[in-house]
């Protein structure tokens, strides 16, 4: 071989080496290369399946290639059954599950935000993200929100778009009911009137979970009774029978525990008795569950918020929060709307009493300036409302009493005094005489005196007016019983003329009897008449004057009795003076006529006070002897005694007892008030 054969054989050697260099070199990084890879589509593996997001790849036609395993956990199926199917057949979307064709069939296929991601990923190779609405995968049917994040991948020949699928429908959720209870606290912020704000809570707890109808109940802060003041779509027939529940119900009692209810109607119809008539009214709106959630102000039910679904079976959790979360913040709120609407009602009612006082009533602060004042005010004084509220009450007294008038507004700051009787000055300078009644108190939060000044002179007209006719009356009243008095008094000297024409002893008592019992009559209207009351008359001077008519007449030359009157300031009015006068008269007759005295000389007592059951006791008593059968109160045969009971029992309405041990003792006893009667013995 010849030296170029040699050169050149060399040369392919060489070449032959760097090519098999090469090749190992190429071998390693290929090696190198499938172990990165191994490598990576193991972490790609392990990425997909220990994901917390649902991860899917698609083809261009959208249909599965790949699945992590919580996409297979979420869809319920295994990967197998999975691959090839179209996205919306994997997420069961609405339009899948509505149009007989399947994903991509459906008329609002074109606008699928999904679809279009896809193609567009698959066109720009860019990443996108969609949030789209989709029903859930388990066949419960409840709306979910989901984000879905598109992005291109390349797996050799083939490309591939993965995408990223997030449930955000509890995110969503509360995003919506952060908004929901961020306007409802504006709106009830706002909101000055009781069933207007309760509209608002109800609308928003029925938008936020989507239940059907509802209503709020409100809780008497007075009774307990519950009241359905706000309503939506509830029927009719429920309103009528269960709009109102007295506080003694199972209904109150229920809401007053305080603890939210959320169940299926039936649970609720166990939970709280019911009538069977009551139930199946209940069954028949179609309810399938219901919420009762208490409204709370601190450890107190003030309302109640209901809802009822007719599409679904349980409140969800959600649901459940939003509305307990909504209960806790109205709570308060309503309250301070109902407080304040009370007193904007008692605030109209104090100024409708205000304005129609026909006296002038001021509200004047400790200096004395105005701070307001009734219309009254400025009719009567002829002053702008402006002007008062620029003046000082000083200055609404004539100019030289306005010292006297500081003195007793001062008076009245200390609580001296409440009155005040200096006149008021008109703009014209006309005096109006009034009498000024104050109090103490507050206006606005400050200390107040509030004061209303009635104008007198109609009242001294009406006194003026009453006086004229008390002395007219008092003039009538002493002419009657002064012509009464001279009327018996003539009936008296008649019978006493017509008694001296008469021989027969026993006739001739009967005149003198007769004589004493009017003469008795008689006395009563002398003293009145010659008295300043009219009605009452002193007991004791009444029996005086009387016991010395009597002793008069009956007592002759022989020796006169020791009489004693012990009556004290025992009152009697005509209706008892009258009767009681009688009564004695004819008593103490008996005892000048027929007693005989134990001792030298007759005594003759008479007694009354008061008792403390009303009742006035009197006793008259001498210390004669007399045959009991000739006392004997039942068997009376004479008008004497019986005339005696008769006015005791009837016209005194009393009682009397008799007592013969020591002489003769009447114990009479009446009441102070006795019934008006229009008959007589």
């Known amino acids: 071989m010849g030296t170029t054969d040699r050169k050149k054989c060399a040369d392919r050697m060489l070449t032959l080496e760097n090519r098999i260099r090469e090749l190992e070199t190429d071998l390693t990084r290929a090696r190198e290369e499938a172990s990165g890879f191994r490598m990576k589509a193991s972490k790609f593996e392990a990425v997909l399946n220990h994901s917390p997001m649902s991860i899917v790849i698609v083809d261009r036609d959208a249909r599965l290639t790949g699945t992590s395993r919580h996409a297979e956990r979420m869809a319920g199926d295994f990967t197998g059954q999975l691959m090839g199917q179209r996205f919306g057949e994997f997420l069961r979307c609405i339009h899948h599950l509505d149009s007989p064709g399947g994903c991509g069939k459906g008329p609002a296929c074109g606008q699928c935000s999904i679809r279009q991601a896809v193609r567009k990923t698959f066109e720009t190779g860019t990443a996108r993200t969609e949030e789209a609405v989709w029903f859930a995968f388990l066949g419960d049917r409840a709306p979910k929100q989901l984000r879905i994040i598109s992005a291109p991948v390349h797996t050799g020949e083939k490309d591939r778009v993965i995408l990223f699928i997030e449930d955000i429908t509890h995110k969503k959720q509360t995003e919506r009911l952060m908004k929901a209870q961020r306007d409802l606290g504006t709106t009830l912020g706002m909101a000055d009137n009781l069933n ?337 009351d009219f009605s009452d008359i002193r007991l004791q001077h009444y029996l005086e004057r009387l016991l010395d008519h009597l002793v008069l007449i009956y007592a002759g030359g022989a020796t006169l009795p020791d009489i004693k009157i012990r009556t004290g300031d025992v009152i009697l009015n005509t209706e008892q003076a009258i009767p009681c006068g009688l009564v004695v008269t004819e008593l103490v007759t008996n005892s000048l006529k027929y007693a005989v005295p134990a001792g030298p000389r007759l005594s003759i007592s008479i007694c009354a006070h008061t008792e403390r059951e009303g009742e006035l006791a009197m006793t008259v008593a001498d210390n004669g002897r007399c045959p009991p059968e000739d006392l004997d109160p039942a068997g009376a045969a004479t008008l004497g005694l019986s005339l005696v009971t008769g006015l005791i029992r009837e016209q005194l309405e009393g009682r009397f007892k008799l007592d013969l041990e020591n002489g003769v003792c009447w114990h009479i006893r009446w009441p102070r008030t006795i019934r008006r009667r229009d008959d007589s013995i």
């Open 196 to 532: 207007g704000a309760m509209e608002t809570c109800l609308k928003a707890a029925m938008q936020i979970t989507g239940f059907d109808c509802g209503g709020i109940y409100l809780v008497s802060p007075d009774t307990g009774d519950l009241t359905l003041a706000v309503h939506e779509n509830l029927p009719g027939a429920f309103i009528e029978a269960a709009g109102f529940f007295p506080s003694d119900s199972p209904q109150a009692g229920f809401i007053r525990k305080g603890i939210p209810f959320h169940r299926s109607l039936e649970e609720l119809m166990e939970a709280i008795p019911m009538t069977a008539e009551q139930k199946e009214m209940r069954r028949s709106f179609g309810w399938l569950s219901v919420s009762v959630i208490p409204v709370m102000h601190g450890s107190r039910a003030i309302a109640a918020l209901n809802l009822a679904s007719t599409k679904k079976r349980a409140a969800s959790e959600h649901d459940r929060y939003a509305l307990e979360t909504m209960a806790s913040q109205i709570g308060g709120r309503l309250d301070r709307i109902r407080i304040e609407q009370a007193l904007e009602v008692s605030r109209r009612n104090f100024y409708s009493l205000f304005e129609s006082l026909d006296d002038l009533l001021f509200v004047v602060d400790p200096s004395g300036k105005i701070l307001t004042h009734n219309q009254v005010v400025e009719t009567c004084l002829g002053y702008s409302s402006d002007e008062l509220a620029e003046m000082n009450l000083l200055d609404l007294h004539p100019h030289s009493m306005q010292g006297d008038a500081a003195i007793v507004f001062k008076d009245m700051l200390e609580g001296k005094t409440t009155c005040c009787s200096i006149p008021v000055q008109t703009r014209d300078g006309s005096l109006i005489p009034v009498e000024t009644k104050v109090a103490l108190g507050s206006w606005d939060g400050r200390k107040a005196v509030f004061g209303i000044a009635r104008d007198t002179i109609e009242i001294k007209r009406s006194e003026a007016s009453l006086q004229k006719a008390l002395k007219e009356k008092e003039s009538l009243l002493r002419e009657i019983h002064h012509r009464v008095k001279n009327n018996l008094q003539v009936v008296s000297s008649l019978l006493c003329l017509q008694s001296r024409k008469v021989y027969d002893k026993k006739t001739a008592d009967i005149f003198h009897k007769t004589e004493t019992r009017v003469r008795a009559m008689a006395l009563v209207h002398e003293i009145l008449y010659q008295s300043d």
